[in-house]
């Protein structure tokens, strides 16, 4: 039985349904669920978690272009991909899409810091799943915390990080749920189709979004990538027709003001890095330590390249493409500099020879719940299928 630190993820893929916690988020209302996911402090004007047919139908009749998709696909070869492990698409958003983007990004921050700084005690966590934290975060945590994502600290639940986290009260976890123009994003036909266009397929699924903001000072990202699950991970090189075939997610990350090779927060990035498929094995706090203990005796596994370090500088309005076990990290920003936007979108595939698809634990238990029940859009549905269809999970609860 889960203790108190550890978070039932996803109540719909829990395998003891049964247990008074998963069963309190079963049996409420989705309009309880929701307004337990905005407490009143929170800016929440028009928060896509509230939405009704109406509000749905208006995001579909007024939506707008957002990528110049000729540019698209000029830059895009399948194949290169594959060999590669991203691809990096330049100034592809149009000048509105770019400007509703930063704002955006801006607003979810505010909306973000609002909740650190906030009394948590007038949240209600029984409509969350769990009694009040017994911890607060320290004001120090607090303080170094605001203006930035992935700050908050959160190796346990004791002060109910993890239960925020999970149910996207922070705004940096599932933002899509608190902003309409990134709602409109996530479902927007033109980011699908570079999906299906990305992964090689028409069925895509939703894995999982969040803010990426980088103040001026932010120390810079250690290197790292990210597992897919299904026994694909830390399992060996594969050859390009077996990687092709696996659940493979793509992790879309949207730069709306781009940003320098130097001390701009910039990603960083190592090519032919996915196809040793080894996150756990690859991980290192710096440059220094990735070349020396991981790149140094590889070699790209089809051209025979030696593996490097490429250090990215991206024009305004640009987009990343990378597959999850792409080695990535994050250069450091200078403290005089300003904050870089910039947000991820996550898309997975099933895996073609067995029609698995990973669940998706990142959905946050409102939105799954939703989707089961039939209170969204057709192609959100869809995409969250892997936060409640078993079957598509095949009966796995976990991703890993
Ligand atoms: O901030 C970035 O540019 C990348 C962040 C990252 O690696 C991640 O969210 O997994
Ligand atoms: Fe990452």
Redesign the pocket.
């Known amino acids: 039985m889960p203790d108190l630190q550890s978070v039932i993820r996803n109540p719909l893929l829990s395998s003891d349904p049964d247990h008074p916690r998963v069963r309190a988020v079963l049996e409420a209302s989705s309009d309880d669920l929701a307004n337990a996911t905005r407490p009143s402090f929170l800016e929440h004007s028009d928060s896509p978690v509230f939405w009704g047919p109406a509000e749905w139908e208006g995001m579909d009749r007024d939506r707008e272009d957002i990528f110049n998709w000729e540019k698209i696909e000029e830059s895009f070869d399948p194949e290169r991909f594959l060999v590669d492990g991203y691809a990096v698409f330049k100034d592809i958003m149009l000048p509105d899409a770019r400007d509703r983007w930063v704002e955006a990004a801006k607003q979810g921050q505010w909306i973000n810091d609002a909740l650190i700084r906030a009394d948590w005690s007038q949240i209600d966590w029984e409509g969350l799943g769990r009694p009040s934290p017994e911890n607060r975060l320290e004001s120090e945590a607090i303080e170094k915390a605001i203006g930035g994502?992935?700050q908050v600290p959160q190796s346990d639940d004791s002060a109910g990080v993890l239960t925020l986290r999970n149910h996207s009260v922070f705004a940096e976890y599932f933002p899509a749920g608190h902003l309409p123009f990134l709602m409109d994003v996530l479902t927007h036909p033109k980011m699908l189709a570079l999906q299906r266009m990305a992964l090689g397929t028409h069925d895509i699924f939703f894995d999982h979004n969040?803010l990426?903001t980088?103040p001026g000072g932010y120390s810079g990202?250690s290197w790292?990538s990210?597992k897919i699950g299904g026994g694909h991970d830390d399992c060996g090189t594969a050859d390009l027709n077996t990687y092709r075939a696996q659940p493979n997610a793509v992790?879309n990350?949207c730069?709306p003001e781009g940003f320098e090779a130097e001390d701009d927060?910039?990603?960083k990035i190592v090519r032919g890095s996915h196809l040793f498929r080894d996150p756990s094995g690859c991980r290192f706090p710096d440059d220094e330590a990735m070349e020396r203990e991981w790149l140094a005796d590889r070699t790209h596994p089809v051209t025979s390249e030696p593996l490097q370090i490429e250090r990215l500088s991206l024009p305004p309005g640009s987009l990343v493409c990378c597959l999850s076990h792409a080695a990535?990290?994050?250069s450091p920003k200078a403290v005089d500099k300003e904050t870089?936007w910039?947000t991820?979108y996550c898309y997975k595939k099933a895996d073609e020879r067995t029609g698995l698809v990973l669940p998706s634990h990142a959905v946050p238990p409102v939105w799954a719940v939703k989707a089961q029940r039939g209170e969204l859009p057709k192609v959100l549905t869809e995409l969250f299928r892997p936060s409640y269809d078993r079957e598509l999970t095949q009966g796995l609860t976990d991703p890993y």
């Open positions: 994502s992935q969040q990426l980088r990202g790292h990210h992790l990350i730069y927060g910039g990603l990535h990290a994050v870089r910039a991820l």
